[in-house]
């Protein structure tokens, strides 16, 4: 069975261009729009990713909807314990393909590490 976690130096999660994103206002509350907002870069990238080490430079202090738990994604998706290993996958295999491409390393490595 494949287990999700996130796997370093990826970042796909951090590319954040709202118009990749339409739904935003669908599962975040204004104040939590307002805070992503503020986070996107001029080139469609969290301001908090580090482009050099491909790490989050506030990782430990990052926003409630960069973090992959059950109760944030059952308040922000509708997600139950039981779906979420499955959803965090498809969350991020989509995610990794839209930003690098379906045969890219970082897909490579994800399926690798998580064991797909």
Request: charged share 30%; hydrophobic share 30%; proline share 4%.
């Amino acid at each position: 069975m494949a287990n999700w976690h996130c796997v370093k130096k990826c970042g796909a999660c951090c590319h954040l261009d709202p118009t990749d994103r339409p739904d935003l206002e669908d599962y975040l509350n204004p104040e939590e729009l307002s805070v992503y907002l503020s986070l996107v870069g001029e080139d469609g990238w969290c301001i908090h990713f580090d482009q050099d080490t491909r790490q989050c430079s506030i990782y430990a202090d990052r926003p409630r909807f960069c973090r992959v738990q059950q109760d944030v994604f059952g308040d922000l998706y509708g997600i139950e314990p039981e779906e979420l290993n499955d959803f965090a996958i498809d969350c991020c295999r989509e995610q990794i393909e839209g930003v690098y491409g379906e045969r890219s390393l970082e897909m490579i490595r994800f399926n690798q590490e998580v064991g797909i």
